[in-house]
């Protein structure tokens, strides 16, 4: 059930529709193959902020002639591991790249691990959903 908010430096017009979907399905499938989050319940917020008004450093990236992102994902802690989360942050920049073009080095991936107790969706938090299940299912 995570949410992710993407933000692309690209100029929002016309085209930053369709952008947006393709960074979408490519975010919904990594998501999905790497970290094993179920389709359904994953939610892409994306912005376009112009290359002009993206600055790394003293210079725009419009300046450096070069494309960047910022990814921040809440997923519940504990769910998965770390090799999970670098394939993962890895797979992101490799995509973005192929997406966006050519991409600054300072293009970033927050995996926020957010605690059970303290998130959730449709008025219940993670924790509550997980004891529910447990006991629900019948000891081995």
């Not at 949410?3 to 085209?15: Q, R």
């Amino acid at each position: 059930m995570p949410i992710l908010n993407l933000t692309l430096s690209t100029p929002a017009n016309n085209a930053s529709a369709e952008q947006s979907q393709r960074a979408a399905a490519i975010l919904l499938r990594l998501t999905n193959d790497i970290l094993h989050k179920a389709q359904p319940l994953t939610s892409i917020a994306i912005s376009h902020v112009p290359p002009q008004h993206w600055y790394i450093g003293e210079q725009s990236l419009a300046q450096q002639e070069k494309a960047s992102f910022f990814l921040d994902i809440k997923i519940t802690d504990e769910t998965n591991t770390a090799i999970e989360k670098a394939a993962y942050i890895k797979a992101v920049f490799e995509e973005m790249a192929g997406l966006l073009g050519p991409l600054h080095d300072v293009s970033y991936v927050h995996i926020d691990d957010a605690r059970p107790a303290a998130w959730g969706y449709g008025g219940l938090t993670q924790q509550y959903r997980a004891v529910k299940k447990a006991m629900e299912s019948p000891p081995a």
